[in-house]
């Protein structure tokens, strides 16, 4: 499986844009970028996923290189609900499965 | 609003106890999932449903076993529990070849 690279951590304040990076530069042509995130004592919830063109949805805008070997998530203005892990996961056009790395822990700064 | 429910979100029980972990998700989703999440070792699979009876190992299968007897329920069962089980058990579930998994709020399964 290609595997993602993101920092352990973030700070953000509230209300500013935050942009979270991914690395994945042994992406191959039919993988998806996925993007969940875990708040505290909770399961993941999904946020945004896309293939090759930038993606907007109420939650989140995600920006993929035009090499697709990185990708940013962006929470256009971050909240104190924001904090959580966000998880950058490729996954295969066919299947299923979806393989969590350690993620990005958020802190958003009031 | 697709829901995913887990029997219990704490549950404590002792070595060599046999344990049963129920999932039940109301949106008809083909494939479900178990997972367990470990400090440091984030999330892993440990096995996986696309189908009514049908089974796949994920990553880490060793100690589990899974049943699938109806579309909605997945349930995750510790044959003879030990203390290395002791971690947060999340469950999932997403349309057949859709990226989109929902999951569940977790069991902490303590192992005494």
């Known amino acids: 499986d290609a595997k993602t690279t993101q920092p352990n951590s973030m700070e953000s304040n509230e209300e500013e844009p935050v942009h979270l990076p991914c690395n994945h530069s042994?992406?191959?042509?039919?993988?998806?970028i996925h993007w969940y995130r875990q708040l505290p004592s909770q399961g993941p919830e999904y946020v945004i996923h896309g293939l090759t063109s930038n993606v907007n949805n109420r939650m989140a805008s995600l920006a993929i290189a035009e090499d697709r070997k990185s990708s940013t998530l962006i929470l256009h203005r971050a909240t104190l609900r924001d904090a959580a892990v966000y998880y950058c996961?490729?996954?295969?056009?066919?299947?299923?499965?979806?393989?969590f790395g350690e993620g990005t822990q958020l802190t958003v700064n009031p | 609003d697709v829901k995913v429910t887990q029997s219990s979100r704490y549950l404590v029980k002792r070595t060599g106890e046999k344990v049963f972990l129920e999932c039940v998700q109301d949106m008809d989703h083909e494939n479900m999932f178990w997972y367990r999440q470990d400090p440091g070792l984030g999330l892993r699979l440990i096995y996986f449903?696309?189908?009514?009876?049908?089974?796949e190992k994920g990553d880490i299968p060793e100690g589990y076993s899974v049943s699938r007897e109806k579309k909605e329920r997945f349930s995750l069962i510790l044959e003879s529990a030990s203390t290395n089980q002791t971690s947060m058990y999340l469950c999932?579930?997403?349309?057949?070849?859709?990226?989109?998994?929902?999951f569940g709020p977790g069991t902490r399964l303590t192992v005494l």
């Open positions: 996961i490729l996954k295969e056009t066919s299947g299923s499965r979806l393989t």
């Open positions: 449903s696309y189908d009514v009876k049908m089974k």
């Open positions: 042994t992406i191959s042509g039919t993988d998806y």
């Open positions: 999932a579930s997403s349309v057949e070849n859709r990226g989109e998994q929902f």
